[in-house]
């Protein structure tokens, strides 16, 4: 088993910055990947960013790119999402994603493991 713990979600005005954090423990060594992805009420979550862990390739949704940045520390069992530029239509709560393998990094079903989530609010 794994286990996936979000920090970092807040109120923060567009234009800004948050890092979210995902502190994994467990059975790690069984990770292939791990990624974010966002849920708003009344929609289907979706797909932010994935990272293999051990080659280090990202993944980003279009709306995204250029403005966020996964990146991971192995030795310390943590991901992030860096943020930057926000925009209102990121507010979202964010969820933190670990996968044994697969082969598409934009499926939620292929993901085992889940996060608990963290709330991002961007104010206009």
């Known amino acids: 088993q794994v286990q996936l713990v979000e920090s970092g979600g807040g109120l923060v005005q567009a234009g800004g910055s948050l890092r979210l954090s995902c502190a994994a423990s467990?059975?790690?060594?069984?990770?292939?990947?791990m990624g974010w992805f966002r849920r708003t009420p009344g929609k289907e979550r979706e797909f932010v960013a994935n990272i293999r862990l051990n080659s280090g390739i990202t993944y980003y949704v279009e709306s995204v790119k250029g403005r966020f940045t996964i990146s991971r520390d192995n030795a310390k069992n943590t991901l992030y999402l860096q943020m930057n530029s926000l925009k209102p239509e990121d507010t979202a709560i964010y969820y933190c994603?670990?996968?044994?393998?697969?082969?598409?990094?934009?499926?939620?079903?292929?993901?085992?493991?889940w996060g608990q989530g963290t709330q991002v609010t961007v104010s206009s």
């Open positions: 994603a670990a996968a044994k393998g697969y082969s598409s990094v934009a499926s939620d079903r292929v993901y085992d493991y």
């Open positions: 467990g059975r790690t060594f069984m990770l292939d990947g």
